[in-house]
């Protein structure tokens, strides 16, 4: 059967300090994968999307950065993390034709910059 | 462009008591819906989704939530509340491409 894992699962990091999230999905292959950010009051927010190696589309400008190293390892990073980076950081995935399939979510990494 | 509102940020509903949150979408194609439901500190977790067919669509916990095209709305319904359900819920839609969009999330809180 297929599960994901984040870690870290809570991370405290002060301004300015560089960050390393890393996600790994196992039992699938070729994966979509997603980085998902939820801020209070925000709701969820895609960040990052990623249909293969190499490949990441971008859907809000920011100080975060993804990348996809292995077919099913996706990092989301920052060199530089600001107060407003804080949040509930969730790693998806899915595999299969678009739009109609389901997301299966990791248990999330929370970040705190202070 | 995809979009999703959900009307309402908190819902409080007794225990016994009908649970209806409220979850308008915008999509310039035929869309996927999907409600999911996440607890504290945790991922989230699909209730049920309409691809296709039938309008009125059945999850887990016995949850189900119709779609209405004419009203551009997929509102979940729970005919009796159980403390259990204390929750957040999330909207979502998705369609022609690999993004899944999700509304801002209703906080409900089942009082005894």
């Known amino acids: 059967s297929q599960t994901i894992h984040q870690w870290p699962a809570t991370l405290v990091q002060p301004v300015g300090s560089p960050l390393s999230l890393e996600c790994t999905v196992e039992g699938t292959s070729n994966p979509n994968l997603y980085w998902y950010r939820q801020a209070a009051g925000r709701g969820l927010q895609l960040l990052f999307y990623s249909v293969g190696i190499g490949q990441i589309s971008s859907e809000v400008p920011q100080n975060l950065s993804a990348s996809r190293p292995q077919d099913r390892q996706f990092i989301l990073s920052s060199k530089k993390l600001l107060l407003s980076d804080s949040g509930f950081y969730l790693c998806?995935?899915?595999?299969?034709?678009?739009?109609?399939?389901?997301?299966?979510f990791g248990a999330g990494s929370r970040l705190t910059v202070l | 462009a995809q979009s999703v509102t959900q009307l309402g940020s908190h819902v409080s509903v007794s225990e016994g008591a009908l649970v209806l949150l409220r979850c308008n979408y915008s999509s310039s194609v035929p869309p996927y819906l999907f409600w999911y439901v996440q607890y504290p500190n945790q991922g989230l977790q699909l209730l049920l989704k309409y691809t296709t067919g039938a309008t009125l669509v059945k999850g887990i916990n016995g949850f189900e939530a119709e779609f209405k095209k004419s009203e551009t709305s997929f509102h979940l319904t729970k005919p009796s509340a159980h403390m259990s359900d204390a929750a957040e819920y999330f909207c979502?839609?998705?369609?022609?491409?690999?993004?899944?969009?999700f509304g801002t999330g209703t906080l409900l809180a089942v009082q005894p």
């Open positions: 998806a995935w899915y595999r299969g034709s678009v739009g109609a399939n389901v997301l299966t």
């Open positions: 979502a839609v998705s369609g022609a491409t690999n993004k899944l969009i």
